[in-house]
């Protein structure tokens, strides 16, 4: 497969999220039995866990983001919702944001890796500004991160949509947005004079005055909640 101007075409990226209720060790159990990427279609495996939300009548604790390039990814989504699992909260089947997907840092060394600072960013859309929202990701957050990320002021950042919830408990809260930003320490000092002038330039490249104003408008069309998060490292596969 090819693009428009004759270049190989890069597979879409896919993937499976999963919410889960469970101590640490029994949700790296289940990554183990479920997700082993002998029996998987998966080029990513990253197991958050969190706290339990007290906001959701049916609390879960972890998140586990898993993607796939060869389209597989549907049913092994589909499988995981199928089988007699207690910890599975939802399953939902997602797609890679275009240019959010700064999976690693730049160094590609796990020991810079586990330092990071991480956090899951739960997004619940408005449906009648939802692909105004999104337009605005691509082409505002993406090359602003990109840069970030490319000079090593960003240590990670994945950004999911929703296709489709493949199955839920009926009390969980909605989203239709994954996030998934990592930092370390050092790199959230040096990003601090830089952030504002990547995305103030990003803005004004679609257009806008500034990065404030694209944010500040998002604030009335999302709700938005940030999760510091744990990584299990020993899960972890490579992009």
Not at 157 to 182: K, L, N, Q, Y
Not at 201 to 228: F, L, M
Request: proline share 8%; net charge neutral.
């Amino acid at each position: 497969m090819t693009t428009p101007d004759g270049s190989p075409a890069t597979p879409e990226r896919h993937g499976v999220g999963v919410a889960l209720d469970g101590r640490a060790d029994a949700v790296g159990a289940w990554v183990e039995a479920n997700l082993h990427p002998e029996r998987s279609a998966i080029d990513l495996l990253l197991p958050f866990v969190h706290r339990k939300q007290p906001a959701s009548d049916t609390p879960w604790s972890a998140y586990v983001l898993c993607l796939t390039a060869d389209g597989r990814a549907e049913p092994l989504a589909e499988a995981i919702a199928d089988r007699s699992l207690p910890l599975v909260r939802r399953v939902d089947l997602l797609r890679l944001q275009p240019g959010l997907d700064l999976f690693q840092p730049v160094s590609g060394s796990r020991s810079e890796e586990r330092r990071m600072q991480q956090l899951l960013e739960y997004v619940d859309s408005d449906p009648a500004s939802r692909a105004h929202y999104y337009e605005t990701q691509y082409r505002f957050s993406g090359p602003a991160v990109r840069r970030l990320h490319e000079r090593n002021r960003f240590g990670r950042f994945i950004g999911c949509e929703v296709e489709r919830v493949v199955a839920a408990d009926s009390a969980m809260p909605a989203w239709d947005v994954v996030h998934v930003t990592g930092l370390t320490i050092p790199q959230r000092i040096r990003s601090l004079p830089h952030y504002h002038r990547a995305f103030n330039a990003a803005a004004r490249a679609i257009g806008e005055p500034s990065g404030k104003a694209v944010i500040g408008r998002w604030a009335t069309q999302r709700t938005r909640t940030d999760v510091p998060v744990t990584q299990l490292w020993d899960q972890t596969l490579p992009a």
